[in-house]
């Protein structure tokens, strides 16, 4: 069994002078609150940040530059997210540096309230996107060396950052209609504050990584793992699949004639699937392949969207919606515990840093080809996708004996410790 995360908040020893949680079924209950808090921490600031684009505006910025800053996150990602969590990792301080990343995350977007020209913009977001990009991939990767060192269910940890998500949207419109947009950069740094103050709770994970008894972590050991590889890539074609949805939907229903009032509410439908599928999909799941769960995914988005492209009805489109549990939940749930079952400790945070790349270049691709797609009309994108869905499923596919030989099943410390 791999070594439980160490309570080291404060480094205080408690008790009888045990500092180690995970035998009781309290100090699991208790670490589970704390990351579930630490997700909503992070993702409470979400909401806000994607009036981004309107601050920008406010500020002079063209809507070429505007185009440019939003997509250096994403590009940065691709270079700066593996090499980092695996350091972290490997150092048994993916805790510690979610702390810095929040940190400096807040203090370089407060950087923003001088309102800085063009270059000042780029040089900010630049800094920013760096320290930014950091975060989620750092969380996950502490959430799931805590669901296999001590059984917890991720999804519902992970479910609460998608809670965070919505309860941020909802309130950024009334907020800024109070304050003005001007005041996103201060309340976006006040927000991020938040997963800086939740993260020191959390026991760390330097002494599970020092006594785990696995190979020191890195993405190499994660691409030694082929049928993981595989799933991740698997995981990110689904993912990406749902670009043109998200860059065109609102739009195509709007078109169609669909107030703004029920695309609100379709959209509203999309993410309490998501949360009911995060809340119950490990449960559903048991000891089975979690690879079925991205497999089950890929199969899912096919049926989704050919219906998206046969121009369906209000009534067939919120039934489409619901989908949303099955296709990005499935996807995001079904690599989480994957990686959580077949990877050592200390390679957690690399392999998190690798699928974080997969999923940024195939989100990059459908979203920059989803333009290009929809000039041919929707029923001819939403076919696009599909057919990307058809091959992620075919990537998903359980191959129970080629699996087990390249993994090998090769210790204890591999595998998901069983609930007391």
Same mark, same amino acid.
């Given at each position: 069994m791999s070594a439980?995360?160490? *309570?080291?908040?404060? &480094?205080?020893?408690?008790?009888?002078? &045990?500092?180690?949680?995970?035998?009781? @079924?309290?100090?699991? @209950?208790?670490l589970s609150l704390r990351i579930s808090g630490l997700y909503l921490a992070l993702y409470l600031h979400f909401g806000f940040f994607a009036f981004l684009p309107l601050w920008l505006a406010r500020t002079g910025a063209g809507s070429g530059e505007i185009g440019v800053l939003m997509a250096i996150p994403l590009v940065l990602r691709l270079v700066t997210v593996a090499p980092f969590s695996a350091w972290a990792g490997r150092k048994g301080r993916v805790r510690d540096a979610i702390v810095v990343t929040a940190l400096c995350s807040a203090a370089l977007v407060a950087l923003l309230l001088s309102e800085p020209d063009h270059l000042g913009r780029v040089l900010i977001v630049v800094a920013f996107a760096i320290m930014w990009d950091q975060i989620p991939v750092l969380t996950d990767a502490y959430a799931v060396m805590a669901v296999r060192s001590h059984a917890l269910d991720f999804g519902r940890l992970r479910v609460w950052g998608s809670?965070?998500?919505v309860v941020s949207s909802i309130a950024a419109g009334w907020v800024f209609e109070a304050t003005g947009i001007g005041a996103l950069p201060i309340l976006v740094a006040t927000l991020l504050l938040?997963? !800086?103050? #939740?993260?020191?709770?959390?026991?760390? &994970?330097?002494?599970?990584?020092?006594?785990? @008894?696995?190979?020191?972590?890195?993405?190499?050991?994660?691409? +030694? *793992?082929?049928?993981?590889?595989?799933?991740?890539?698997? !995981?990110?074609?689904?993912?990406?699949? +749902?670009?043109?949805?998200?860059s065109f939907g609102?739009?195509?229903?709007?078109?169609?004639g669909v107030s703004t009032g029920t695309i609100g509410l379709l959209q509203s439908v999309s993410v309490a699937a998501e949360i009911a599928a995060f809340w119950f999909g490990s449960r559903l799941?048991?000891?089975? *392949?979690?690879?079925?769960? #991205?497999?089950?995914?890929?199969?899912?988005a096919v049926l989704r969207w050919v219906v998206m492209a046969a121009d369906p009805s209000i009534a067939v489109l919120f039934a489409a919606q619901l989908f949303q549990?099955?296709?990005?939940?499935?996807?995001?749930?079904?690599?989480?515990?994957?990686?959580?079952?077949?990877?050592?400790?200390?390679?957690?945070?690399?392999?998190?840093?690798?699928?974080? #790349?997969?999923?940024?270049?195939?989100?990059? !691709?459908?979203?920059?080809?989803?333009?290009?797609?929809? !000039? +041919?009309?929707?029923?001819?994108?939403?076919l696009a996708m599909a057919a990307l869905a058809a091959l992620a499923a075919a990537l998903a596919w359980?191959?129970?004996?080629? &699996?087990?030989?390249?993994?090998? *099943?090769?210790?204890?410390?591999?595998?998901?410790?069983?609930?007391?």
């Open positions: 439980p995360l160490r *309570d080291t908040a404060g &480094d205080a020893p408690t008790g009888g002078g &045990d500092t180690l949680i995970g035998g009781g @079924g309290s100090g699991r @209950g208790g809670i965070g998500a938040l997963p !800086a103050l #939740v993260a020191p709770l959390l026991p760390s &994970d330097r002494r599970a990584t020092e006594t785990s @008894g696995s190979p020191v972590g890195s993405w190499r050991t994660v691409l +030694h *793992d082929r049928a993981l590889v595989r799933l991740m890539i698997a !995981a990110a074609l689904v993912m990406a699949s +749902h670009g043109v949805l998200t609102a739009i195509g229903w709007s078109g169609r799941l048991g000891s089975r *392949d979690p690879g079925l769960l #991205v497999w089950i995914a890929g199969i899912a549990g099955l296709t990005a939940t499935g996807a995001i749930l079904g690599v989480m515990l994957a990686i959580a079952r077949r990877v050592p400790l200390q390679s957690s945070a690399a392999a998190q840093g690798m699928n974080a #790349v997969l999923l940024g270049l195939a989100l990059s !691709a459908t979203t920059a080809g989803s333009g290009l797609l929809w !000039a +041919h009309g929707a029923a001819v994108a939403y359980p191959r129970r004996g080629r &699996d087990a030989a390249v993994t090998g *099943d090769p210790a204890p410390s591999t595998a998901l410790p069983q609930r007391s």
